[in-house]
């Protein structure tokens, strides 16, 4: 089992930049990708960003060149900062932890308005 925390979300203006964070514990050995999905409502959830266990990163088209995902494998964590944020970014974020089995977190709220 692998449980997933994420954090960090919140209210922020157009252009404004937030850090979600996902802290993993359990059976984290199993992990090989951590990813970053998001829900807006009324919309399917989409892949954002994932990272491999070697440090190999992809982005949607949406976020290239504004998002980065890292990990800090010490502290068992994935991050997301979002930098330059449109309203279109609202929605809330899921981590998601692929292995043997996958695994969800609850979602952190990210709301981008004036």
């Known amino acids: 089992q692998v449980q997933l925390v994420e954090s960090g979300g919140g209210l922020v203006q157009p252009g404004g930049s937030l850090k979600l964070s996902c802290a993993a514990s359990?059976?984290?050995?199993?992990?090989?990708?951590l990813n970053w999905y998001r829900q807006a409502p009324g919309k399917q959830r989409e892949l954002v960003a994932f990272i491999t266990r070697d440090g190999s990163t992809l982005y949607s088209d949406s976020v290239k060149g504004r998002f980065t995902i890292s990990r800090d494998n010490a502290k068992n964590t994935v991050y997301l900062q979002m930098n330059s944020l449109k309203p279109e970014d609202t929605a809330t974020y899921y981590c998601?932890?692929?292995?043997?089995?996958?695994?969800w977190g609850k979602g952190t709220l990210v709301t981008v308005s004036s």
């Open positions: 998601r932890a692929v292995g043997v089995y996958n695994y």
């Open positions: 359990g059976s984290i050995f199993s992990i090989n990708t």
